[in-house]
């Protein structure tokens, strides 16, 4: 059992940076493949980013390429999403989820994919 905490939201101008944090209970952490997925209101829940569980392999959604940056900090049991030049069409609730089945260079871009979720993060950018 994997539980996850986000934490990093808020409110930012366009332009602006943030950087989310998921902290990751249980020892097999480093283990678990971790993914970022958004959800504005009315729409679906949508991939972000994704880390293999070696940090090796990262991969990320097309509309925030170049802007945001994946990590992972397995010492500290913790992924980060670093959020920069944000945009209004940025806002949305964050959340991270963890996957247990992948490997060294795998990555997993669908939510149903995924075993654990954390509760989300607002995430809200104003013009």
């Known amino acids: 059992q994997v539980q996850l905490v986000e934490s990093g939201g808020g409110l930012v101008q366009a332009g602006g940076s943030l950087r989310l944090s998921c902290a990751a209970s249980g020892r097999t952490f480093s283990s678990y493949g971790m993914g970022w997925f958004r959800q504005a209101p009315g729409k679906e829940r949508e991939f972000v980013s994704a880390i293999s569980w070696s940090g090796l392999r990262t991969q990320y959604a097309d509309s925030v390429k170049g802007r945001f940056t994946i990590s992972r900090d397995n010492d500290r049991n913790t992924v980060f999403l670093q959020m920069n030049s944000l945009k209004t069409e940025d806002t949305a609730v964050y959340y991270c989820?963890?996957?247990?089945?992948?490997?060294?260079?795998?990555?997993?871009?669908?939510?149903?994919?995924?075993?654990?979720w954390g509760q989300g993060t607002q995430v809200t950018v104003s013009s």
């Open positions: 989820a963890a996957d247990s089945s992948g490997g060294l260079l795998v990555v997993h871009t669908r939510p149903s994919e995924y075993e654990y």
